[in-house]
T-cell receptor, first 107, second 122 residues
Framework: EIVVTQSPATLSVSPGERATLSCRAS??????LAWYQRRPGQAPRLLIY???TRSTGIPARFSGSGSGTEFTLTISSLQSEDFAVYYC?????????FGQGTKVEIK | EVQLVESGGGLVQPGRSLRLSCTAS????????MSWFRQAPGKGLDWVGF??????????EYAASVKGRFTVSRDDSTSIAYLQMNSLKTEDTAVYYC?????????????WGQGTLITVSS
């Protein structure tokens, strides 16, 4: 099983600032990695797939990069609605596995 | 409206069975592979199981923690995916979500239901 590790666990950021979230896979997953946003009380929302492709309707301030084992989600200028928990997930191998999540909170 | 709605959750005793349904609307269900996920209280997201669309063979995949106990199936005529859960354990307590794969060989989930709570307790 591929272990996916996210860092940091919590990120404190001021509105308007940039947030950088990391995701590491225990073995290479090519670019078969997705990022999801989870707001309280809501279903997960797909932000990025294929490491860097924004899902339909996702604002351009969200960007993803990386391949192999190291991946990054960048939120260029945090808006109030972006304070949430973010999960990365690899879908290169079975079983599909998630990271433990990064909580982005207001500083 | 494009949506997924889970149903069938509730309180169940350890060792018993339960079947969840995921009813799809607003899109051609048979064209998509479907997944089940869960989130236990205070924990992160876990992938549970998966069923391919008929175009990709309709075969299934499972997490090790549920293999042999849980079964994913689908009925394309009614646009419903099922999760049959047998021999339930207390550690299966979670909110269960169904999700739609993006399509093709992209295993990201672009549409999620709101979830249904399963509590396994005596």
């Amino acid at each position: 099983e591929i272990v996916v590790t996210q860092s940091p666990a919590t990120l404190s950021v001021s509105p308007g600032e940039r947030a950088t979230l990391s995701c590491r896979a225990s073995q290479g997953v090519n670019t078969n990695l997705a990022w999801y946003q989870r707001r309280p009380g809501q279903a997960p929302r797909l932000l990025i797939y294929g490491s860097s492709t924004r899902s339909t309707g996702i604002p351009a301030r969200f960007s993803g990069s990386g391949s192999g084992t190291e991946f990054t989600l960048t939120i260029s200028s945090l808006q109030s609605e972006d304070f949430a928990v973010y999960y990365c997930q690899q879908y290169n191998n079975w079983p599909r596995t998630f990271g433990q999540g990064t909580k982005v909170e207001i500083k | 409206e494009v949506q997924l709605v889970e149903s069938g959750g509730g309180l169940v005793q350890p060792g018993r069975s339960l079947r969840l349904s995921c009813t799809a609307s607003g899109f051609t269900f048979g064209d998509y592979s479907m997944s089940w996920f869960r989130q236990a209280p205070g924990k992160g997201l876990d992938w549970v199981g998966f069923i391919r669309s008929k175009a990709y063979g309709g075969t299934t995949e499972y997490a090790a923690s549920v293999k042999g106990r849980f079964t994913v199936s689908r009925d394309d005529s009614t646009s419903i995916a099922y999760l049959q859960m047998n021999s339930l354990k207390t550690e299966d307590t979670a909110v269960y979500y169904c999700g739609r794969d993006l399509g093709g060989l992209v295993g990201a989930t672009d549409l999620w239901g709101q979830g249904t709570l399963i509590t396994v307790s005596s």
